[in-house]
């Protein structure tokens, strides 16, 4: 099972560029969701998805487009890069929003200049 | 709203030692609780999770976490530390999944 896949690992964007991060899982799971993570501030809930069609905003989703046409696929989108969304970046599944695991990606490092 | 706080950001243990992270939650109802460890450059791995029942919890590697519901904890021990433990380790509550912040533990030789 490949779980949660994420692509790229690592990218640099200059700023005002835009740039999809893919992630995909085959666990058939209906929720999805994306964070950032930052020194000393954790993991921070960007966009999540209960299911096909339905996404709606975390804590921190301004810079950030989100859809979800298939279960298993989660993009997020950069519209227009800027300094502030250099971060790694993290996919998570799980197969409902509340008492079951969440299965990560590997991340993707993401450097605005 | 939910919120997680790890009161600690960093800890630096002697290897053999015996460990404890903090972790102090709020929510509104019986919270779903879990601690991950994210190894440096690594994804997150999942140590252990409370839904219900027995306070005290077993994880993988030698890990374990008591809920307490009256000091609204979920406090993470291991018995003795291995230099391969050193990493980030985050409490993390449910719906949704909110995370603390982290704490990075240092293990000393």
């Known amino acids: 099972n490949a779980g949660v896949t994420q692509t790229p690992k690592f990218q640099v964007l200059k700023t005002g560029q835009s740039m999809t991060l893919q992630c995909a899982q085959d666990m058939n799971h209906e929720y999805m969701s994306w964070y950032r993570q930052d020194p000393g501030m954790g993991l921070r809930l960007i966009h999540y998805?209960?299911?096909?069609?339905?996404?709606d905003q975390g804590e921190v989703p301004n810079g950030y487009n989100v859809s979800r046409s298939t279960t298993e696929d989660f993009p997020l989108r950069l519209l227009s890069a800027a300094p502030s969304q250099t971060s790694v970046y993290f996919c998570?599944?799980?197969?409902?929003?509340?008492?079951?695991?969440?299965?990560f990606g590997q991340g993707t490092r993401l450097t605005v200049v | 709203a939910q919120s997680v706080t790890q009161p600690d950001i960093h800890i630096t243990v002697s290897e053999g030692a015996s460990l404890e992270l903090r972790c102090n939650y709020s929510?509104?109802?019986?919270?779903?609780l879990f601690w991950y460890v994210q190894s440096p450059g690594q994804g997150l791995q999942l140590l252990l999770k409370?839904?219900?029942?027995?306070?005290l919890v077993q994880g993988i590697k030698g890990f374990e976490a008591e809920f307490k519901r009256s000091q609204s904890s979920f406090n993470l021990r291991k018995p003795s530390v291995h230099w391969s433990d050193a990493a980030e380790y985050f409490c993390?509550?449910?719906?949704?999944?909110?995370f603390g912040a982290g704490t990075i533990l240092r293990v000393k030789s």
């Open positions: 929510y509104g109802a019986t919270p779903y």
């Open positions: 998570a599944s799980s197969y409902s929003s509340s008492n079951t695991e969440a299965f």
């Open positions: 993390a509550v449910v719906n949704k999944l909110v």
């Open positions: 998805s209960v299911g096909a069609g339905i996404t």
């Open positions: 409370y839904f219900s029942g027995d306070t």
